[in-house]
């Protein structure tokens, strides 16, 4: 595979995966906690909630500002990766302390642990070849 099309594979999967966040961020700005299916419990909670999902929408966005030259964004990509990778750690701790989410959530932590630090290790290999790394 030429560099070239390893960098548009990559750009084409980065600019996927983006949707999850894109579209969850989203979601949780607009619909606040009720979005879960359970109502209001509390006010505060829903702001919190609507401003952790306006977070995952910049991470996403950011993720897609990425694409034009994604062989140039190695610490860019990082800086993101870490920010997913520390929720995601958060995510299997809360699994832990009070027990097994919904499968959707299950599919997040997929994303934020596994998907995301492939998709960074991919972007650092696709900047390696294409040049001088960028740190």
Not at 9 to 24: C, E, F, M, T, Y
Not at 49 to 70: E, M, N
Not at 123 to 129: D, K, Y
Request: hydrophobic content about 55%.
């Amino acid at each position: 595979m030429t560099v070239d099309t390893e960098r548009r594979a990559l750009q084409r999967v980065v600019a996927v995966a983006g949707i999850v966040p894109v579209a969850g961020g989203l979601y949780g700005v607009l619909f606040g906690q009720a979005g879960l299916g359970g109502g209001v419990s509390d006010i505060s909670t829903d702001s919190h909630f609507r401003y952790l999902s306006g977070l995952l929408l910049g991470i996403g966005l950011l993720f897609w500002s990425t694409l034009p030259a994604i062989e140039t964004k190695t610490s860019l990509f990082r800086f993101l990766t870490m920010v997913v990778v520390l929720g995601g750690l958060a995510r299997l701790l809360g699994l832990w302390l009070t027990g097994v989410p919904s499968l959707t959530m299950l599919a997040a932590l997929g994303m934020e642990l596994v998907v995301t630090p492939l998709l960074c290790l991919w972007q650092i290999r696709v900047a390696g070849r294409a040049g001088p790394p960028v740190l």
